[in-house]
């Protein structure tokens, strides 16, 4: 608790606002001359879909604060540290009041979104200040409940916006594959994934992508830096230039997006939209929009048939390609000593392709204090604990399902489809033996005519057909629900056959 500060670091006076290709030598990080403050505090944070906070309050942990959300009687979001002032219990184990406050389980005191206290059933005066929560800036937008962690009414969290996809608030986007899921490894390490268009074709392979797709990342490289950010821009594009450029900006503390434009040559445009949620030292909260843009309305009338929790366990089996090597590498990272090198001297990187990593590294370390709870040193790997075992990296259901309004309720649903269907093959499974044998006895011994007989075989058949499908169901629905469990071992790509070659 309370170990996110504000870091005192260098900035250049005069950052350029365009940097000339090739972009700077790898081992050389953006030089610098006075000094500016960043505070990862000062910032709007997306916590969950509004999709996923229902009745019930919804603890989270930003920044290592436990806080919890909920909505108040007039449909607004709140927010309020996780800690009743009476005793210290978390407020998220108590419940929603018919009133719209929020009241403690222990002794039911109660608060608003403000924090004053409201009730104190044992006695006491609600108005003293000692009876007050700790309140939290926040609000909703764009399907999303964010929080800054100011008090609620900061003139900071006033006057700042938070980071959403402009694109959402015109016409014609369809908001697909909205996803989030709580990752075993830091925020500074997800975006230095994601950003780095290269390893999509081999860690992504069979995935969404495959090793024969990974071409030229020769003209990749950064256009622009600011103390908020950059963007780089890959002309090429992926999948050897079939989608056209990708244009790649990096808002900090938290939003990386990747846009493809391509309505002319392909009819949609597209964006990858990952805002980096940090939690505490070597855990975070990805949090995934993959907005699309279609000239054929069709198109988006049948991706909007999708239900959601599919997209939600598609997207699991993404995130499970580089949980495994990412949870590791942190380690190794800290060992490395990239916490206090330039990364070209930790990270041998010989080609483009690794250019916006460079830069976000280096964005990291001089802009922003080396990340949100500070240099990836020897004390943040004590803190972060020790590394996980496979099981525990590829969990789906503490990570995600068990707090997906979707993924929860098509499990409970699934596994009721699942006894259904077991009882029905049970049932049809024995008819099709008692009809089957009668049909047979019958021809055999006369009792009934050929026409029975035959009427009976079929009859037997039927059910019997019946109850392979209810088989073939259960199978299903079984391998469905292991999938919001448990991610799969070995991974795709070490199943599926497919080698890269050079482009001809």
């Not at 540290?81 to 005191?109: I, K, N």
């Not at 975006?191 to 992508?209: K, L, Q, R, W, Y």
């Not at 054929?296 to 997207?315: C, E, K, Q, S």
């Not at 280096?362 to 802009?367: A, D, E, F, L, V």
Request: proline letters at 8%; glycine letters at 10%; aromatic letters at 8%.
């Amino acid at each position: 608790m309370g170990r996110t500060r504000r870091v005192t670091v260098a900035t250049t006076a005069d950052i350029p606002q365009v940097v000339e290709r090739p972009p700077p030598a790898l081992d050389s990080p953006v030089e610098v001359s006075r000094a500016s403050s960043f505070d990862w505090k000062d910032h709007w944070y997306p916590i969950a879909f509004t999709k996923d906070i229902g009745s019930a309050p919804y603890p989270f942990t930003l920044l290592e604060e436990p806080i919890v959300l909920w909505r108040d009687g007039a449909g607004e979001y709140q927010c309020l540290a996780d800690s009743c002032p009476h005793r210290l219990v978390p407020l998220s184990e108590g419940r929603v009041a018919p009133d719209g406050t929020l009241q403690c389980a222990y002794h039911g005191w109660q608060f608003r979104g403000d924090g004053a206290c409201t009730l104190i059933p044992q006695g006491g005066h609600p108005a003293s200040p000692r009876a007050c929560a700790r309140s939290y800036a926040c609000r909703a937008a764009q399907g999303l409940v964010w929080v800054m962690l100011r008090p609620a009414g900061d003139a900071r969290a006033a006057a700042a916006l938070p980071p959403t996809l402009p694109e959402l608030d015109e016409g014609g986007w369809l908001a697909f594959g909205d996803m989030w899921r709580d990752l075993p490894y830091d925020a500074v390490t997800l975006i230095e994934n994601v950003i780095d268009a290269g390893h999509v074709p081999f860690t992504h392979h069979a995935t969404v992508s495959k090793r024969t797709s990974s071409g030229s990342f020769a003209d990749l490289a950064v256009t622009e830096r600011s103390e908020a950010g950059f963007r780089g821009l890959w002309p090429s594009g992926p999948r050897r230039g079939a989608l056209g450029p990708q244009a790649t900006e990096w808002r900090g503390p938290n939003l990386m997006r990747h846009t493809i434009e391509a309505q002319e040559t392909r009819g949609f445009s597209n964006i990858t939209a990952v805002y980096a949620v940090p939690i505490a030292p070597g855990r975070c909260r990805a949090i995934v929009r993959q907005p699309f843009k279609f000239k054929n309305r069709v198109i988006p009338a049948v991706m909007g048939l999708v239900p959601r929790f599919a997209t939600h366990l598609d997207a699991l089996k993404i995130l499970d390609d580089d949980v495994v090597f990412l949870h590791l590498q942190e380690e190794k990272v800290v060992k490395a000593g990239l916490a206090t090198k330039p990364p070209g001297q930790v990270y041998h990187m010989p080609g483009a392709s690794d250019a916006l990593v460079t830069a976000f590294r280096t964005w990291i370390q001089k802009m922003a204090g080396g990340g949100p709870f500070g240099a990836q040193d020897e004390g943040w790997l004590a803190r972060a604990g020790p590394r996980l075992g496979q099981t525990q990296l590829l969990d789906h259901w503490e990570s995600h399902c068990s707090r997906c309004e979707s993924c929860r309720t098509a499990e409970q649903r699934l596994k009721v489809v699942r006894g259904v269907a077991a009882a029905l093959g049970a049932l049809c499974g024995l008819a099709t033996l008692v009809v089957g044998g009668l049909a047979c006895v019958g021809a055999i011994d006369g009792i009934v005519s050929t026409f029975s007989s035959t009427s009976l075989a079929a009859v037997a058949g039927v059910t019997g057909m019946f109850c392979a499908a209810m088989g073939l169901l259960v199978a299903w629905t079984t391998n469905v629900l292991g999938r919001f469990h448990l991610g799969r071992h070995p991974l795709p790509r070490n199943l599926v056959p497919g080698e890269w070659q050079a482009a001809v």
